[in-house]
């Protein structure tokens, strides 16, 4: 296998669901650390070098990069059981991937970055009044995990796959972000499922 390094901020959900793939799969990365605080992902040489749009994580895979953390986990765990070998089963794997994206992260994630790593009184006014709708759509994707979570284990099937793998991320740091998972306790049950599973790493590692 290429030479693998992990473009990344630590402390990010995205960053961590790539490191969490590659734990649970044995595989190992070299990691490169980023301050997107201070806008190093936004200095010339990174967009030229790394990734055009400014972004990490970016999985470097010898000499190609690749960006978007799910995107990444889906090359790291091509074969293994982490992608479910039935037909519906893959796709609803991916369904799950692609909700975190466009409904679980812009609100979840978003809350925790804004209240835990800016602090609420440095937000914008813009930033300020979306406070609101963004807890509520979280809310809302929170429940609904949970009404899915209430008569199974996993997201999909009968073991972790890389759809759990992309919705604890964010998830199990929620609180982060003022989302109290004891409202929600199929949720939190999955979320102490998940982190007791052998090779687990917690984001912090």
Not at 75 to 86: C, E, K, Q, R, Y
Request: hydrophobic share 45%; glycine share 6%.
């Amino acid at each position: 296998m290429a030479e693998l390094i992990l473009h990344e901020y630590a402390p990010s959900g995205n960053c961590y669901k790539i490191r969490l793939t590659s734990a649970h799969l044995g595989i190992a990365l070299e990691r490169r650390g980023y301050d997107i605080v201070t806008g190093e992902t936004r200095t010339p040489e990174f967009l030229a070098t790394v990734n055009a749009n400014g972004r990490i994580p970016v999985l470097q895979i010898g000499e190609r990069f690749l960006p978007e953390s799910n995107a990444a986990c889906v090359w790291l765990a091509h074969g293994s059981d982490m992608i479910p070998a039935d037909r519906f089963d893959q796709a609803d794997m991916l369904r799950w991937m692609f909700w975190e994206q466009y409904n679980h992260e812009p609100n979840v994630a978003t809350l925790r970055f804004w209240l835990a790593f800016i602090g609420e009184d440095k937000l914008t006014d813009d930033q300020r009044r979306a406070l609101a709708a963004k807890r509520a759509a979280g809310e809302a994707a929170l429940t609904l995990m949970d009404e899915h979570l209430a008569t199974r284990a996993f997201f999909v099937g009968d073991r972790l796959s890389l759809a759990d793998i992309a919705l604890y991320a964010y998830t199990h740091v929620a609180g982060e972000g003022g989302f109290d998972l004891a409202r929600w306790p199929a949720v939190a049950a999955w979320v102490d499922r998940v982190a007791a599973l052998p090779g687990h790493i917690s984001i912090a590692d």
